[in-house]
């Protein structure tokens, strides 16, 4: 089997984690990692077995694929460098720093037919993916993800560095243009924004409330999704799901299925019914690659494709404008 020889920009904490899957990876051969810390970068090699390069022209001339997770302000200059190289490329939510940036990235990877998939990471948590044969169609959307204060990703704000998992996992279900943005934040320890509050209204009607805050004493991550007949609530910290649903007494059932009570409707019977889907075994961030790297070999599109990135950075984006008029008109 031919592998694809990935090398990896950035071995912090998250980096080296991406370091570590593909050493796992039967079909990647991890060639090299780059990082402004020396010291860091060597011990990371020597963990994984692999090279440290001094400069990224020359890790790019010897690998097909790279992961960026570098801080979010570096993305954009790494990235167009490995597309002028026709290197494929894994980053690292946000996409980029600014929209502008990830418009002309995901421009000039088209054009070049580069491979490019965002990190959101969540859309590989077993969680989501225990839900996959559900009919989805929210339409009304609650959501909180909080966690506790870690200088790492205080130079963006709590949109960019935690909100953004969840925009990107409504705008995957909902399948509709934002229509209206309501929103408010405070910088609480940081000088950009600690704790938001945002208020998503789409064109067909769903609405979701989403909150984010790197502040909190305990660490929160779960969306519950409300339609027609169905509840279904989604806990991405335990990898675990729960439906509540309203089906016809008829309907069948599989032995994960209890029931919770009886409607009577005339002579219609619907049953309300609970449901714990069964979770696969499988860790986010490998998966994650492993498809990344299944989209590279075979030129199809990636799960989350720049495309998607740049959906939830703009939503993310306008969240923050959003805030920042609230807070001049406060002023």
């Known amino acids: 089997m031919n592998k694809l020889r990935v090398g990896v920009v950035g071995v912090g904490k998250l980096g080296a984690l991406h370091a570590k899957m593909y050493a796992q990876i039967p079909k990647a051969e991890l060639v090299g990692i780059i990082d402004s810390d020396a010291d860091r970068a060597r011990d990371i090699a020597s963990e994984f077995r692999t090279d440290v390069y001094s400069s990224l022209e020359n890790l790019l001339r010897d690998v097909n694929v790279i992961s960026i997770a570098t801080p979010t302000t570096t993305h954009y200059q790494i990235a167009m460098q490995a597309v002028d190289a026709g290197v494929h490329l894994f980053i690292e939510k946000p996409i980029t720093h600014t929209l502008a940036e990830g418009e002309m990235l995901v421009r000039r990877a088209k054009g070049k037919s580069i491979t490019v998939q965002v990190g959101h990471i969540e859309r590989f948590n077993p969680a989501i993916l225990a839900v996959e044969t559900y009919n989805l169609q929210p339409m009304f959307i609650e959501s909180h993800r909080l966690a506790q204060f870690n200088p790492r990703g ?67 991550r779960k969306m519950r999704l409300f339609q027609k007949d169905a509840y279904i609530s989604i806990d991405f910290l335990d990898g675990k799901a729960e439906v509540f649903r309203l089906v016809d007494s008829d309907q069948a059932s599989d032995r994960r299925t209890k029931l919770l009570g009886r409607i009577e409707d005339g002579s219609k019977h619907r049953n309300i019914t609970y449901e714990r889907p069964k979770v696969r075994e499988v860790n986010p ?47």
């Open 285 to 331: 961030l490998r998966y994650e690659l492993e498809l990344f790297l299944d989209a590279v070999e075979s030129r199809k599109p990636p799960v989350v494709s720049g495309d998607d990135g740049l959906r939830a950075l703009q939503v993310a984006q306008q969240i923050l404008e959003t805030i920042e008029r609230q807070s001049v008109r406060m002023v």
């Open 154 to 220: 205080t130079d963006v704000a709590v949109v960019l560095d935690l909100m953004i998992h969840d925009i990107d996992i409504i705008l995957s279900l909902v399948k509709s243009p934002v229509r209206m943005i309501e929103a408010d934040g405070v910088a609480v320890v940081s000088d950009t924004v600690d704790i938001a509050n945002a208020r998503l209204k789409f064109e067909n009607g769903c609405v979701a409330n989403v909150t984010a805050s790197r502040i909190s004493q305990k660490k929160m």
